[in-house]
């Protein structure tokens, strides 16, 4: 299997629908697949074209990296903390938000994302600092959810070899 077959069967379990940014490829779960634009803009112009894609009526969405295979295990925990907050993520061991790793209010998440264009090249962090004037939540990664794979070796020591 894929690593994002795997990232994908982890969100299925959390989310419907699930909404992939990127090139289309089989997979074991339906999703929705969408593009960011310009293509190859970055992360933060990807997260505008995922939430684009969120249904409407919906008023949170689950923001997950495709390269962290366990960051849908903290999830639930996301949902159970945001309460009224513009954003719940996970803290990394190094201390840092990890805004691959959250939960956003979508009504929030939409008012900051306008204000970045299409988002080519813009920080996904910057996300962040603009919902700073409204609560921000984070918890500790007690699931692994930060852990990403960018080599073979990643892979090997994370147990998906």
């Known amino acids: 299997r894929t690593l994002l077959d795997v990232t994908v069967e982890g969100a299925a379990r959390v989310a419907d629908p699930v909404i992939v940014v990127g090139p289309q490829r089989a997979l074991d779960h339906d ?3 969408v593009r ?6 970055g992360p933060c112009a990807a997260l505008i074209a995922g939430v684009a894609a969120v249904p409407a009526g919906a008023t949170h969405v689950a923001v997950l990296a495709g390269d962290a295979p366990r960051g849908a295990d903290a999830v639930p925990a996301l949902l159970t903390v945001i309460d009224d907050g513009a954003v719940a993520t996970v ?9 691959l790793t959250a939960v956003y ?15 080519a090249n ?14 921000v939540v984070s918890i500790i990664d007690a699931w692994g959810a930060c ?12 147990g998906f070899d």
Do not use: M, N
């Not at 960011?36 to 803009?41: I, R, W």
């Not at 803290?91 to 805004?99: H, L, M, S």
């Open 91 to 99: 803290v990394d061991a190094a201390g840092r938000e990890q805004p």
């Open 31 to 33: 999703v929705t697949w």
């Open 36 to 41: 960011e634009s310009p293509v190859g803009g």
């Open 147 to 158: 852990d990403d794979i960018d080599v073979p070796e990643d892979a090997a020591r994370l």
């Open 105 to 119: 209010a979508l009504t929030h998440l939409r008012e900051v994302l306008a204000t970045f264009g299409d988002g």
């Open 122 to 135: 813009a920080s996904v962090r910057a996300v962040l600092d603009g919902l700073r004037p409204l609560t």
